[in-house]
Nanobody, 122 residues
Framework: ALLIESGGGLVQAGGSLKLSCAGAGRPFSVYGMGWFRQAPGKEREFVAASSRSGTDTRYADSVRGRFAISRDNAKNTVSLRMNSLKPEDTAIYYC????????????????WGQGTQVTVSS
């Protein structure tokens, strides 16, 4: 799967951003989809994931209640709505896809986008 993220940028603390990921290749509906992030000097970490149908979603404790993952399988897109952003949310955000949803929840994936920068100023 080819994944392309968009929507990153600079925002003040407390603000919102929406990231989008568009895919090509197999229909999105066969993939579990996820978002990960990597801050400077830190390891990549899980942010959110959605099962193939979107009926099951999971979040990292640090973003639960502020971020929301959604997907549109007909359009081969997955989004991450980020509200109440904090400076510690600053990172490169990556879209990920895997035929095995559980792999995303374990922090890995077969397919990755190129990443989009999110910077939250205090």
């Amino acid at each position: 799967a080819l994944l392309i993220e968009s929507g990153g940028g600079l925002v003040q603390a407390g603000g919102s951003l929406k990231l989008s990921c568009a895919g090509a290749g197999r229909p999105f509906s066969v993939y579990g989809m996820g978002w990960f992030r990597q801050a400077p000097g830190k390891e990549r970490e899980f942010v959110a994931a959605s099962s193939r149908s979107g009926t099951d979603t999971r979040y990292a404790d640090s973003v639960r209640g502020r971020f929301a993952i959604s997907r549109d399988n007909a359009k081969n897109t997955v989004s991450l709505r980020m509200n109440s952003l904090k400076p510690e949310d600053t990172a490169i955000y990556y879209c990920a896809a895997d035929l095995n949803y559980e792999k995303l929840l374990l922090g890995t994936s077969d397919y990755w986008g190129q990443g989009t920068q999110v910077t939250v100023s205090s």
